[in-house]
């Protein structure tokens, strides 16, 4: 049987993109499994311990999830298999039967309470706030009456709770994307699927040879100039020196296309650091395609 | 009197940063506010309720301070008046004569756990980790001789506590970025200083006109062309579409110089949004220069 873990516990947001990839792989067989933590599973991957796992790499208001792109730029060695985007929506839980001027105190993880700002505001005034360290934990521990969490619907569910209020984060537009990561060699796209996944999408990290004036624009210009869309860019600093910094970039194309190969080609001789994290298919799910969240 | 807002509570890096600036501009009569957390503060200088103040923005591991960026982008529209970088020296924090042995649990910040993770692990073993929302908070609560906190000289000392391990980081090189921030129209760098403190850097926000390939390329070619120097480029998602973004981009050089005053008008014509958050001083410190700290 095959094993894949994600960012548990059980009833996160990375539980339901593993699930709904599975799904979308016609794969009934995999056993999911729950990892504690980023740090922890990414390197049970490398190690070897799980075949492959699924972590957050980006959501739409917080930005890029720096432990997953340092652990893939510096730690370990991995490749991106496969991306997963996800709508992420927010619900304010309750015990059964509950009203909203019982409640006296709200429990989620730090990002969910701060989607939610506006809206605890709005509908539960200055109320308490209890940061824990997962919308699934906060609400699997939610206890009393006077108590709501902020988690999805898959963890409602399976705690027999109620949704008090979905759709309860402020900017109605939030989404996360997750990847799929194996160790390289491992080609965990074959097989049979609801859809063709051919890899669309590449992400590289590189650091230029030297950093001077118009050396990113010089470096664009290997896509620019074979009209290759960038996805993603970001510079971060290295771990090393004040200043000088890694480039990550994400872009549309398969590294195996003949046009690509010799983007990177270039890109390589360019720079003193360079690494593929892979070229891989996107999955993107809509609030309707979530059948798993709402089943 | 003049005010200058930080992220509390005292004890913080960003009070050493605030501390350190004030000495630098040789300011010693501004009474120092600590906020509870970087919205709050933001919104107060936006609504006036204090004249300035300075919030983290960039840390060399972490990478960027999300919310601060947000809320300079979306929310409010503040100036940057000046940068601060600091090196950030994390320290176990012990009661007066306690020995490793004793410890049975470690308090600190998410972000200062991660970064002594390995110390942690090297030195305290599989110690209980409890979370709090600064590293002051944690030194302000340890209370008995079976717990440590992480975190800084400045609130080792006030507490009189002792540091039983100094630079308990697992990367010996680690530093954050503040900025000081103002309503525009406020210039904070008038008056004396320790050193010439010349606008040096600007930073940025844009969104293309369209998204196509090779915009970006374009976009650059402003700075490469005049030979600017970029120090920080970051694609993030707009809060509204998937797949839009907003560019951060940070540049050496002045926007009244005349060569920046053009790049900024030929990039303001290809964007859709554009926003100079300032010209600015920069004020590095390394350990040594930080007299604040030892004293």
Known sequence: MKRLGYLGPPGTFTEMAAVNYLEAKLDNSSRLEAYIDIERLIMA??????PAGIVPIENSLEGSVN???????????????AEITLPIVHNLIVK???????????????????????NIKKYLGDTEIVKVNSTAE??????????????????????????S??????????????????RPGVNLEAGRARQALAASKTSIILAPVKNRPGILHEL???????????TKIESRPTRKTLGDYLFFIDFEGD???????????????????????GSYARLEFTSEELAVEYN
């Open 96 to 118: 059964p039967g509950v009203k909203l001027d019982e409640i006296e105190k709200v429990i989620s993880h730090p990002q969910a309470l701060a989607q939610c700002r506006d």
């Open 220 to 230: 664009l210009e290997e896509f620019a100039r074979k009209n290759i869309n960038l």
């Open 138 to 163: 906060a609400v699997n521990q939610l206890s009393s009456r006077n108590e709501a969490a902020i988690g999805s619907r898959l963890a409602a569910r399976r705690n027999n709770l109620e949704i």
């Open 67 to 81: 432990i997953t792109l340092d652990y893939l730029a510096h730690k370990v060695n991995l490749k991106i298999q």
């Open 45 to 50: 991957i490398a190690d070897g311990e799980v």
């Open 255 to 277: 590294s195996q296309d003949r046009e690509i190969k010799e983007i990177l080609k270039n890109l390589r001789l360019k720079s003193s650091y360079f690494k593929v994290l």
């Open 165 to 182: 209020k979905a759709g309860f984060q402020d900017e109605s537009r939030n989404w996360t994307r997750f990847v799929l990561l194996s």
